[in-house]
């Protein structure tokens, strides 16, 4: 017999992951096109299947707010962004718009709930802004708890985020380099001795990289989840990771996520 999943985690590259809990869908930061004003993508895109309950937003910045990845969603798509956001998506069409800040708690559906979390990370959108916070989200439903963060730096309240499932841990970005604000594979794990999840799944990564640069970004494009597992074994050897490529899933089927 062939047991259904009573959750999901389905990964569509870059910061975009479909988490399927207690029957609603909760869509995270989606990029569903090709290109995104530099940056292009390295693999054919992939799309939800299923409708989109509600979609959460974790900070401005064009790869993570794109417009016309929205669009393709619907003007009628509900979406929780962070505060300061919402005037700008509203005059893009959006009229289902909720803005939160750490510490609020939404509900998606009967049984199903996002609560946003500080991220540390820039708000500021370039070239012209506006600027609102960062955020990452932890989604509740159906006996499981998802934490989402978004991007970030490592920060001591993580320590308060638990329990945990599956964390969605970024650990990379889309250039050969990092700047402030963002978890590398070493830094991601260190996350994971403060978060204790269950599970971790590495996201932002493998996904978007800046035009012409390609022939450079071989390695900033396959390794840092595989760098980042090496790390979680040594310092949270307690913590399952799992490896998702771009268009797979994890999946709980009533007693293990696999």
Request: proline fraction near 9%; include cysteine; hydrophobic fraction near 40%.
């Amino acid at each position: 017999m062939i047991c259904e999943p009573t959750a999901c985690i389905r990964f569509y590259g870059h910061a975009t992951a479909l988490i399927e809990l207690g029957g609603a869908a909760v869509l995270t930061d989606p990029v569903l096109r090709g290109r995104v004003a530099h940056l292009r993508r390295r693999r054919p895109h992939h799309h939800p299947e299923r409708t989109t309950d509600t979609v959460i937003i974790s900070h401005i910045h064009q790869d993570h707010l794109d417009r016309p990845s929205l669009e393709r969603l619907g003007r009628d798509t509900r979406l929780i962004v962070p505060l300061g956001a919402g005037r700008l998506v509203r005059r893009w069409g959006f009229h289902r718009v909720d803005e939160a800040a750490p510490g609020d708690l939404l509900t998606v559906a009967e049984g199903v709930s996002v609560r946003a979390t500080h991220a540390e990370h820039s708000g500021f959108r370039p070239p012209l802004g506006p600027r609102a916070l960062c955020l990452g989200y932890v989604v509740t439903g159906g006996g499981h708890r998802v934490y989402f963060a978004g991007d970030t730096d490592l920060f001591p309240e993580m320590a308060a985020l638990g329990p945990v499932d599956v964390a969605l841990l970024p650990v990379w970005g889309w250039g050969p380099n990092l700047g402030p604000g963002h978890l590398d594979p070493l830094e991601a794990a260190r996350a994971l001795t403060l978060i204790r999840p269950a599970v971790a799944v590495p996201i932002h990564w493998g996904s978007l990289y800046p035009l012409g640069l390609h022939g450079r970004m071989h390695h900033h494009l396959i390794h840092p989840p595989h760098t980042f597992a090496r790390h979680a074994r040594e310092l949270a050897p307690a913590v399952d990771i799992r490896v998702v490529p771009v268009g797979g899933a994890l999946c709980h089927d009533g007693e293990r996520w696999g």
